[in-house]
């Protein structure tokens, strides 16, 4: 007979993200009287798992202090993350009689809070959070100045990325839209307010170039 998951809804939730282009969520957790903001991420092919169980990269970020974030990941079974001591601290846990069972414990109120399908309306905090995560450089890199072409390669078009798309989609769903079709166009960031443009004046200043 087989075991039965713990995360019963996290197979129907990639099966959404699957269905939607997606390689990110996320959705609000509450542990010991406190919020907080959790990003979900799949692997992608190219990554190292920390073991062959590993399906999903987590990270939770305190709702009332953005900066505060632990990493983790998870199987179908529980949420690991690198240290007891580093969790422990995170949590505001009693380290005292503390061992791998305080994962377990973890796991199953986390397996409460994790949705059975992807939701694309989200609070601003999680756009933002959420956003700042798609891609794998600097992760203040919310702002939108502009949206470019790729180029080719052997005489193919550059394709978009999925992150590319996902942050997009995330940060400015109406410029996603009006572009999401030509995925030779990448959506560009800046991690300075300043750079940001308005949907209009990127769809301006993409008008104005004669590709």
């Not at 933002?128 to 080719?152: A, T, W």
């Not at 052997?154 to 992150?163: A, F, K, P, Q, Y």
Request: hydrophobic residues 30%.
């Amino acid at each position: 007979m087989t075991e039965k998951i713990r995360f019963e809804s996290l197979p129907k939730l990639f099966k959404s993200m699957k269905q939607k282009d997606w390689i990110i969520d996320s959705f609000l957790f509450r542990y010991k009287k406190e919020d907080y903001a959790v990003i979900l991420k799949t692997y992608n092919k190219k990554e190292r798992k920390p073991n062959n169980f590993a399906v999903a990269k987590l990270e939770f970020i305190k709702t009332s202090d953005a900066s505060n974030s632990i990493h983790a990941y998870c199987d179908f079974y529980e949420v690991s993350f690198d240290s007891v001591a580093e969790f422990a601290d995170f949590f505001n846990i009693e380290i005292k009689n503390a061992n791998r069972n305080l994962f377990l414990d973890f796991s199953k109120i986390f397996s409460k809070y994790i949705p059975d399908k992807k939701v694309d309306n989200k609070s601003e905090l999680l756009c933002k959070l959420q956003g700042s995560r798609c891609e794998g450089n600097d992760p203040d890199s919310i702002y939108c100045y502009d949206v470019r072409r790729n180029g080719e390669t052997d005489g193919l078009s550059n394709v978009r990325t999925i992150e590319n798309s996902n942050k997009a989609s995330t940060l400015r769903p109406f410029l996603y839209g009006k572009y999401k079709e030509d995925t030779n166009l990448s959506f560009f960031f800046s991690p300075n307010p300043e750079d940001e443009n308005s949907d209009e004046e990127i769809i301006s200043r993409v008008a104005s170039r004669s590709y």
